[in-house]
């Protein structure tokens, strides 16, 4: 990159881009550390059960095992981000088919395999609970007796198979009904999506002779895996290093702790390296998933088109711990009315405990389920006034200053631009040539909103001795590029080259706090602490200029490159080098601009909304986009091919566009195959996952992949760096939706149950229920 | 079980190894050779990520056994780049931000290459078939496929 472009609203290469194309960039599993040993995992085979015994022995006589280690060698740490309910292993107790039971180390990973196959766990069998109806039938078996006790950071803990449930409340609902002329009441479905990151999950573990365990690892977070490993191992956080190497994509999945535990107990225990890596089933079969949800919801209208009430239930099928079941309940209960004015709302959240692998995070967070009900609601709607869909969501979408519901402000809303946008941008496309017999073709839209922000990171910005920078935060690169994006906004703000700054790999013994890249949040968030950082750090760098070359700051300006001159007199100028060098003599060391921020605007306002028992109401700053998608339905296989999909985001500030370009387009396509393709099943039987491979869990390849239209608008937001916000999470808000509507444009008839496959398309053209 | 002996070529090495009778050819170029370029998404032949060319046939490496290679030719990611200098895909990849967290990315360049050595000049749905084998989670596909296309049309005025 040349010295005098501009470094923040270009599209500009990933940064760590060469070494991935050269095969050279360093995951989890490409560690190779001398003396190291593999580790493989013991899952339970039953669904639910009481551990009676388990006997090592078998294991420990593989020629290569040197540790066999289960839930008996430690103590029985609960630990979960909203209830403390899970353990490193299952001890007394097994919750689901794949639930860690034991781990081994071993010299190779095919010993590891063997031992680990060779565990002897003797079980009772209990009933196990499938299904939302299932764990909710009075005689259901309990899966946490000891729930009551469990550790819980919000008010809303629930009862018997009930994990939590929680309630928003806006307006009066039972006295708006009766001013609806038209009214849609309907029960939608969605089923589990896996989140398919192509690097499976695992842990690398060193050990050194002072207690202390480095872990490389694939993850979302350093800092909470770090503190997951100090929980469970039983060891303080200051033994515990966590560093994030290139990371495999994550979307939600990797967010919390998962086998960085594991691994780091079994190199303390045997004192050497461990590697411990998933294979593909078992990261099906034992990380997490998307929850599978039932949506009821009843959304009434004027005859004019004015939406006056609507009444949600969201139930999510939790699996067996509770891991951010109760923030992903808490999102679906808040994105529950989208962007428009309802001025009465009734919404209810549930999560329940079901006998099956835990759901957690995962890209949208419980957004993507009820916004397959709202949006289809609102075609409902428009289908029963006699007007068109799109119309009816721009008479009510949000306006700048209107409250979020619950009552957050929400300053800017671009709701109805994105719309537009995408209303134009589709019928503006030349119509394709006809589709064939028996092939119907439909439009559908989708407008939506999503939130990013939460909690607190942190950023340093330091100029080193020859004048480089070096910057460090916590924020992890999980694949969608921030750490070019951050490098971006700390060269804009200095007039460096990006070449002139080191970025820190995330390491927990030097890097700065961040909560987790998830939320949508790394730009936003992390990006406003280096922003932070780089300018704190240039008011310094410009304080000792001024004292260097005796005039005041305000005649010296930044110049390309790390320089700074008198402005008007371009021979006048010193190198961020000679800055360095009089800091460290004259303040006792480099500059450093520090800067940390918490997200923190009111939520839930007392004076607008009645809210109970939610885990969460501080989401985050919101942002709008809409998708118009082109569909063609074949009604003999049942088959829908995506065709055409233009999408809209409005991200504030572009800071790369060609990294919004990849969320988008990414995102579309994720849900693309949670719209039609993917989802996990479990034996009603025995409760195994049925298809825990890629041969028979189908994502969308590049056959797939329709023509996708990224259209970014960029409407100032006000906060966020350079004005910019989140965009991780809402192409796959949008995408699913818009696909359903535009099916039920296509065929007539409205599809309730996702992922819509050929067999439910074909039930719906034959008139039963899918 | 006794190690096999095999004797092979590796981006144009000579090389030698040992390798159990039951170890893949992504087992022995990772676990053995410390190539790890080369990339495990499946194991199981489904996703791509491991794709390497023996004897100029485009396989998954995860379903060839290290024993079978003996005294075959054996192109992987890491032979791509001549030196310093990138295959045009290579680059072009870079250019189009054809890549996100870039563990598809080693598969996907072998797959794209072995493509425009039989085919010079892919049409853009002949891409995206050829490329069907190998799955990504990040990216959509759409910039891959322009990227190899771009990096055809370069190749072919070269």
Not at chain 2, 88 to 101: S, T
Request: charged share 25%; aromatic share 6%; glycine share 10%.
């Amino acid at each position: 990159m040349s010295k005098l472009e501009a470094r923040v609203g270009i599209r500009m290469p990933r940064v760590d881009a060469p070494e991935t194309v050269a095969g050279e960039a360093m995951y989890t599993d490409d560690f190779y550390l001398p003396g190291m040993l593999f580790g493989a995992v013991h899952g339970s085979p039953i669904a639910h059960g009481r551990i009676l015994s388990i006997d090592t022995s078998e294991a420990e006589a593989v020629t290569g095992v040197k540790a066999v280690i289960t839930g008996r060698d430690y103590n029985h740490v609960l630990a979960g981000p909203f209830i403390k309910d899970e353990t490193m292993f299952a001890t007394d107790r097994v919750r689901y088919v794949g639930e860690p039971v034991a781990a081994v180390a071993a010299t190779t990973p095919e010993a590891a395999r063997e031992a680990a196959s060779l565990i002897e766990v003797e079980y009772e069998d209990l009933p196990a609970v499938l299904s939302i109806d299932e764990a909710l039938a009075e005689d259901a078996p309990v899966l946490h007796e000891d729930l009551a006790s469990y550790f819980c950071t919000f008010e809303g803990k629930g009862t018997g198979n009930t994990l939590c449930a929680g309630d928003l409340t806006e307006g009066d609902v039972d006295a708006a009904w009766a001013e609806c002329d038209v009214i849609v009441e309907q029960t939608y479905e969605t089923g589990a999506q896996h989140h398919l990151y192509m690097e499976p999950s695992g842990a690398v573990a060193e050990p050194d002779r002072q207690g202390k365990v480095t872990i490389w690892s694939s993850l979302q977070s350093i800092s909470l895996a770090q503190q997951r490993v100090a929980e469970w191992v039983n060891i303080p956080m200051a033994k515990v290093r966590m560093v994030a190497p290139r990371i495999g994509g994550g979307f939600g999945g990797k967010g919390n702790a998962h086998f960085q535990p594991a691994a780091a107990a079994l190199a303390l225990k045997t004192g050497r390296p461990v590697k411990l890596m998933l294979t593909r089933s078992e990261d099906f079969e034992m990380m997490r998933s998307r929850h599978p949800s039932r949506v009821h919801m009843k959304t009434g209208a004027k005859a004019d088109g004015t939406l006056v009430a609507r009444e949600f239930e969201v139930i999510l099928d939790c699996g067996a711990y509770a891991d951010d079941s109760p923030g992903v309940v808490s999102v679906a209960v808040l994105m529950g009315r989208g962007p428009y004015r309802i001025p009465n709302i009734r919404a209810r959240g549930v999560g329940v405990y079901t006998n099956k692998l835990k759901a957690g995070a995962y890209r949208g967070y419980g957004n993507p389920q009820v916004s397959f009900a709202a949006e289809q609601q609102l075609d409902e709607l428009a289908e029963k006034l006699g007007m068109d869909p799109v119309d009816l969501r721009l008479k009510n979408t949000m306006n700048d200053g209107d409250r979020w519901l619950g009552g957050q402000p929400v300053a800017v809303s671009s709701a109805a631009k994105c719309l537009e946008t995408a209303r134009d941008a589709a019928t503006a496309a030349p119509a394709l040539p006809d589709a064939g017999p028996d092939r119907k073709r439909g439009l559908g839209y989708a407008l939506f909103s999503a939130p990013h922000g939460l909690l607190s990171t942190a950023a340093n910005v330091a100029l080193r001795t020859d004048g480089s920078i070096a910057v460090a935060t916590g924020a992890v690169d999980i694949g969608q590029g921030s750490d070019t994006i951050l490098q971006q906004i700390v060269a804009d703000a200095l007039k460096l080259d990006l070449d002139q700054i080191s970025f820190a790999s995330q390491d927990t013994d030097s890097s700065p706090y961040d909560w987790k890249t998830a939320a949508s949040r790394v730009t936003y968030m992390a990006g406003q602490a280096c922003l932070n950082a780089a300018i704190e750090a240039r008011e310094k760098i410009l304080v000792h200029a001024s004292d260097l070359m005796e005039v005041a700051p305000g005649d010296l300006e930044l110049r390309d490159g790390g320089k700074v001159g008198i402005v008007g007199i371009p021979e006048k100028e010193i190198t961020f080098g000679m800055i360095a060098g009089r800091a460290h003599y004259q303040t006792g060391g480099p500059v450093v601009g520090a800067s940390e921020i918490m997200f923190e605007t009111p939520a839930v306002d007392p004076a607008v909304a009645q809210s109970k028992g939610l885990a969460f109401s501080k989401v985050g700053a919101y942002s709008f986009g809409a998708h118009a998608v082109e569909v063609e339905v074949d009604e003999v296989t049942g088959e829908v091919e995506v065709l055409r999909a233009w999408c809209v985001h409005d991200v504030g500030r572009a800071i790369n566009p060609a990294m919004v370009d990849g969320q988008v387009i990414g995102g579309f396509v994720q849900g693309l195959g949670y719209a039609l393709l993917e989802e996990m099943v479990w034996d009603p039987d025995d409760g195994r996952l049925a298809n825990p491979t890629l041969m028979d869990y189908k994502i969308p390849t590049a056959r797939e992949m329709p023509e996708i239209h990224s259209i970014i608008l960029e409407t100032p937001f006000g906060d966020g760096p350079h004005g910019a916000r989140g965009v991780g999470e809402p192409p796959i808000v949008g995408a699913p939706v818009a696909i359903a509507n535009a099916i039920a444009n296509a065929i007539g008839k409205r599809p309730t149950v996702m992922p819509m496959k050929p067999e439910r398309i074909l039930d719906l053209l034959d008139g039963e229920s899918a | 079980m006794k190690k096999v002996h095999i004797s092979t070529t590796i981006n144009g090495d000579e090389v030698d190894f040992l390798c159990e009778p039951t170890q893949t050819l992504l087992d022995v170029l990772r676990d053995e050779l410390h190539m790890t370029g080369t990339k495990e998404g499946c194991g199981t032949g489904d996703c791509g990520a491991c794709s390497v060319t023996l004897d100029g046939t485009l396989v998954c490496s995860c379903l060839v056994l290290g024993a079978e290679v003996g005294d075959k030719s054996i192109e992987t990611i890491e032979g791509m780049a001549q030196g310093e200098e990138l295959h045009p895909l290579q680059q072009k990849f870079i250019d189009h931000v054809a890549l996100q967290c870039g563990i598809c990315t080693p598969g996907l360049l072998v797959a794209s290459k072995k493509l425009l050595e039989r085919n010079p000049d892919p049409s853009e749905e002949e891409i995206r078939y050829w490329l069907a084998g190998n799955l990504c989670r990040c990216t959509g596909y759409q910039k891959i496929v322009e990227a190899v296309a771009d990096a055809a049309q370069e190749m072919r005025s070269a």
